[in-house]
């Protein structure tokens, strides 16, 4: 039971027309691609299609539900082709590499430069972060991760930090279960008006 | 007080504790374990002699030391370099320390070649010779003849026999009936060239020099020598190198000498050239890779061509300490980094001051690269034993050059231009032309015919294989993005242009859809675009359906290698088109097809 099908179940009954789409972002080697696989390996897979742009992305839809991973890599040159993604996206999963310290502040720099990006900004978008690789010896634990990002100071938007090993699918689970909830919190609440 | 805090590094260590002391040219940045996470390999250099322990030969992993071994002595350099075009591509690093060179595999020691013995004076050699036979006879004159040479001209022997007492020379002599003269010189410098194609971890050779002036290339797959040469035709002490090409294509070595020459040894020659004569010896020196000009730090940063032209000079506000090549490719500049004594670290482009940050103490070693999964990493070490590690932000945008006070140099004008004379070829040849319009009127036609038919071929070239996703006419800088989204027969084809200009407009563009009409239905095949304007891009989608048989399946010659479709940008009046390029479309889901 993963991804695809814990979100039908609570978000698509009633929404079956409207596109959920999630951001799978991070550094390049922080685990995006296989956290990806891990849930479509167990899942029914669809398919993926591969644009033809030349940076890293991956993109795959499961019943309704579109997933997009980006690498955070390359000289701010394809900058703007994944920034359009800010202004639709449902929600987002930020995976971090706990065991390459020297790039946390990179991390950083890039999760400030998100918060900051005016499709984000005043939005309430639920952000999880996966503190991924918690298996390697010199990885750091999500505390530490959090307290290094200033995770306490996002104040207008959900988040959730868990720790993560991709490999073995350790600790996804909990942090997807709560990535739904808050997508459906928030499209509810955003639905309200119109009712 | 000018801002001294730079926003385009990110700080990713400022280690105090690293108790690191080293110079540039014992550090070395490689992906040592083959798994793209490039590591600093570094000898340490002791600045407090004497030191009580052996200097060590460390691994960093980011800030976090991995290997920590004892060096036998004091190394001039460190090198990273791939032997064999075997996978996985394993470097192999080269630590020179005195007249030797050790080399590591897994940062284990595995081999150690020590450069040929300096010549040997035959009055020496006769000397010993004479010793070993006669004996006792003739210690005291064979020895005061020996010191009548001198001393730093002869054998380590020799120079061990002088010291002795009288009393153990001949115990010494007795020992050494079968005398090995060698007299070695010291490594000084090395650097590696490739040894065929010059591209990342292809195979290198190792290009050493030595005190007495003498160059070796080293093929380091059998630690042979290719080829020896001299620094120049005068006496003069190498310090250091600099060198760019492949040993079987061409090379360049610049190298630097303590007596203030420049000196360049290209292909094949046996002795170097000195091109430039400094007033003070080089403090650093590197040859660009970008433009293959020689940056020099002495008491003024200063740029000179291969030839030894001057291109700019600019002077420094304080005592100069290192530098290095900063090539952001990207941001198509190419900097120098300059690390002063006062602890200021300085980016130059050309003689214009871009960018500029405070360290703590003075930095003595700098390395500008790749590091970890990073690309583009500056690494510090300071004069206190600090590892810093500054890391350029992904939007750092180095266009606009700091504004400072600083005068320029003047440039070495040689402003003149020069008027040919009406010289005696240039009448001939306007008789010839007089005389033979004809010919050089169908020559001149049938050449631009060719040309034609070139870029008529280049085109369709183009056309065929093209799947550029950016205009490469600089008159419309336009971009196109692609995205192909459900789950089959049907697609959506999402084309996003946008204008990336920053000012310019970009009008009558159409959009052409090519697919093989037996494989998709397209619901246009052109589309007629507004204007677009810089910074808005435009969305237009198109319904692909796959052409599906009678029998629900996909059509017989359809494979994955054909499931594409061709997307071209053209402009009114422009034969060539501004982008073409090629979506790939995926597969249907089978189990979607048995549905319809
Ligand atoms: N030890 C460990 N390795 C992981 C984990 N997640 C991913 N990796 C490895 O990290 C590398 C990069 O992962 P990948 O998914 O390609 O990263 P991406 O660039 O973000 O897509 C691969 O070699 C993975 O096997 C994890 O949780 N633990
Ligand atoms: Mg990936």
């Not at chain 1, 499961?62 to 800010?86: K, P």
């Not at chain 1, 995976?95 to 900004?121: A, C, F, T, Y």
């Not at chain 2, 040997?120 to 210690?139: C, D, F, G, S, T």
């Not at chain 2, 040859?287 to 730090?297: A, E, P």
């Amino acid at each position: 039971m993963v991804f695809g099908k814990m979100f039908m179940k609570i978000l698509n009954k009633d929404r079956r027309n409207k596109q959920i789409s999630i951001l799978i972002i991070g550094l390049n080697n922080s685990g995006k691609s296989t956290i990806i696989n891990y849930f479509k390996n167990k899942d029914d897979r669809k398919f993926v299609s591969v644009p033809t742009i030349g940076f890293n992305v991956e993109h795959f839809e499961n019943q309704g539900i579109s997933f997009t991973a980006f690498d955070y890599s390359g000289q701010g040159r394809y900058r703007n082709l994944w920034e359009h993604h800010f202004k639709t996206c449902n929600g987002i999963v930020f995976v971090i590499d706990s065991s390459d310290r020297m790039r946390l502040v990179v991390v950083k720099d890039e999760l400030e430069l998100l918060l900051q990006h005016r499709d984000i900004k005043r939005r309430r978008v639920p952000i999880l972060f996966f503190a991924n690789k918690m298996d390697c010896i010199d990885a750091l634990s999500s505390v530490k991760i959090a307290a290094g990002l200033n995770l306490e100071k996002i104040d207008n938007k959900p988040w959730q930090i868990c720790s993560s090993n991709a490999l073995t699918g350790e600790g996804l689970q909990n942090g997807v279960q709560w990535l739904t909830a808050q997508i459906r919190e928030c499209q509810q609440t955003k639905e309200l008006p119109h009712e | 007080m000018e801002e001294k805090k730079s926003t385009h590094w990110l700080d990713a260590l400022s280690d105090g504790s690293a108790g690191l002391t080293t110079i540039s040219s014992c550090m070395s940045v490689c992906d040592l374990q083959c798994n793209n996470y490039y590591k600093l390999v570094t000898a340490e250099i002791p600045l407090k002699i004497p030191e009580k322990r052996p200097p060590r030969l460390r691994v960093y992993k980011g800030n976090q030391v991995i290997n920590d071994q004892a060096l036998p002595g004091i190394a001039s350099s460190v090198q990273s370099l791939y032997i064999d075009e075997n996978e996985p591509k394993m470097p192999i690093i080269a630590v020179s320390v005195g007249p030797s060179i050790f080399f590591y595999r897994n940062m284990k020691a595995y081999f150690k070649y020590t450069i040929p013995s300096l010549m040997i004076e035959p009055l020496e050699q006769e000397i010993w010779r004479k010793l070993v036979v006669e004996r006792q006879v003739n210690y005291e004159k064979l020895i005061n003849d020996l010191k009548t040479m001198n001393f730093s001209q002869m054998s380590s022997l020799s120079q061990k026999l002088i010291s002795l007492s009288e009393s153990e020379r001949e115990e010494f002599i007795r020992e050494n009936s079968e005398p090995k003269l060698t007299r070695l010189s010291t490594i000084v410098c090395m650097t590696t060239i490739y040894k065929n194609i010059e591209e990342e971890k292809e195979p290198n050779c190792l290009i050493i020099v030595t005190e007495a002036s003498d160059i070796f290339i080293m093929d380091i797959q059998n630690f042979g020598i290719l080829h020896t040469a001299r620094v120049c035709s005068f006496k003069a002490t190498p310090d250091l190198i600099s060198a760019s090409g492949s040993y079987q294509n061409d090379y360049k070595i610049i190298i630097s000498t303590r007596e203030g020459s420049i000196c360049i040894l290209r292909k094949n020659w046996l002795e170097g050239r000195e091109i430039v004569k400094l007033e003070r010896a080089a403090t650093s020196m590197s040859l660009l890779q970008i433009d293959q000009t020689i940056v020099v730090l002495s008491k003024s940063l200063m740029c000179y061509s291969k030839k030894g032209k001057m291109l700019w000079s600019l002077n420094m506000n304080d005592t100069v300490m290192c530098m290095c090549p900063v090539p952001l490719p990207h941001l198509g500049v190419s900097m120098i980094c300059v690390a002063l004594k006062n602890g200021l670290v300085q980016l130059y482009s050309q003689k214009n001051l871009i960018d500029q940050f405070q360290v703590g103490d003075t930095v003595l070693a700098m390395y500008f690269g790749k590091l970890g999964l990073e690309e583009q990493v500056l690494v510090l070490v300071t004069i206190n034993g600090n590892l810093l590690i500054k890391i350029l932000k992904r939007t750092a945008d180095f266009s606009n050059p700091m504004v400072t006070d600083k005068k320029v140099e003047d440039e070495p004008s040689d402003m003149k231009i020069a008027i040919p004379k009406k010289s005696k070829i240039f009448v001939e040849q306007t008789v010839r032309e007089k005389e033979n319009a004809i010919a050089i009127h169908n020559i001149f036609q049938s050449e631009l015919w060719r040309m034609r038919l070139e870029a008529a071929k280049v085109t369709v070239d183009i056309l065929r294989t093209g799947d550029s996703t950016f205009s490469g006419d600089l008159q419309t800088p336009i971009k196109l993005l692609a995205q192909c989204d459900g789950l089959g027969p049907d697609f959506l084809l999402t084309l996003t242009l946008e204008n990336i200009s920053a000012t310019k407009i970009v009008t009558n563009l159409s959009i052409i859809i090519h697919a093989n009409p037996n494989h998709y239905k397209v619901d246009k095949q052109s589309v007629d675009l507004t204007p677009l304007v810089p910074g808005i891009p435009l969305i237009t989608d198109f319904n692909v359906s796959i052409q599906i048989t009678s029998e629900n399946l996909l059509p017989p010659d359809m494979t994955l290698e054909n499931s594409i479709i061709r997307v071209l940008i053209v402009k009114e009046k422009f034969a060539k088109p501004l982008i073409a390029s090629t979506v790939v479309m995926p597969q249907p889901e089978l189990q979607m097809l048995g549905t319809i």
